[in-house]
T-cell receptor
Framework: GAVVSQHPSWVICKSGTSVKIECRSL??????MFWYRQFPKQSLMLMAT?????????EQGVEKDKFLINHASLTLSTLTVTSAHPEDSSFYIC?????????????FGDGTRLSIL | SQELEQSPQSLIVQEGKNLTINCTSSKTLYGLYWYKQKYGEGLIFLMMLQKGGEEKSHEKITAKLDEKKQQSSLHITASQPSHAGIYLCGADSAGTASKLTFGTGTRLQVTL
């Protein structure tokens, strides 16, 4: 089946560092990818919709300058957490919309656990 | 905006028992998706429902979407420890089969 790879799976860094997370669709082209954030014991909250070749669409309350999204190719979207602080620590998950989306579901990566010290 | 409520929030069942998780939408749905997640891991797709009254089964899990397409249930028969995890319903409210809004989640524990 369709596979989405997310990297890294786990990252620890110092406050003030910028962290880049990659989301790749391995066997299909995804014009649209999504980035979610999940706090402990809570559901997934959509942060932004990543569109290939155009600007991302951010959900209300998500800082565009804080969470930079780039979708430069049909198989890769990146999320960069700029100048990360402890409150940015969370579990980030991406998903990719399959071309046959009306018959196939969104495919999710395995997530990235970000810990800011 | 789309709101999805899941109930119960958490559930502890003894192995072998049946259980049901509900997902209720504030709006009519174009599609309803069920996923399972082990905490700290990605989502595993379980089932997709699109038609009112639709019912799908896979192994010991059955999902239904009501006729009005505003409520779905996920039923697990003869639960096993491998069923433990967080169950999330996701809604496509725009008809794009793309952007999903997720429910509040149900945490399932299965005891021996």
């Amino acid at each position: 089946g369709a596979v989405v790879s997310q990297h890294p799976s786990w990252v620890i860094c110092k406050s003030g560092t910028s962290v880049k997370i990659e989301c790749r669709s391995l066997d299909f082209q995804a014009t649209t990818m999504f980035w979610y954030r999940q706090f402990p014991k809570q559901s997934l909250m959509l942060m932004a919709t990543s569109n290939e070749g155009s600007k991302a669409t951010y959900e209300q309350g998500v800082e565009k300058d804080k969470f930079l999204i780039n979708h430069a190719s049909l198989t890769l979207s990146t999320l960069t957490v700029t100048s990360a602080h402890p409150e940015d620590s969370s579990f980030y998950i991406c998903s990719a919309s399959h071309p046959d989306r009306f018959n196939q579901p969104q495919h999710f990566g395995d997530g990235t656990r970000l810990s800011i010290l | 905006s789309q709101e999805l409520e899941q109930s119960p929030q958490s559930l502890i069942v003894q192995e072998g028992k049946n259980l049901t998780i509900n997902c209720t939408s504030s709006k009519t749905l174009y599609g309803l998706y069920w996923y399972k997640q082990k905490y700290g891991e990605g989502l595993i797709f379980l089932m997709m429902l699109q038609k009112g009254g639709e019912e799908k089964s896979h192994e010991k899990i059955t999902a239904k979407l009501d006729e009005k397409k505003q409520q779905s249930s996920l039923h697990i028969t003869a639960s096993q420890p491998s069923h433990a995890g967080i169950y999330l319903c996701g809604a496509d409210s725009a008809g794009t089969a793309s952007k999903l809004t997720f429910g509040t989640g149900t945490r399932l524990q299965v005891t021996l």
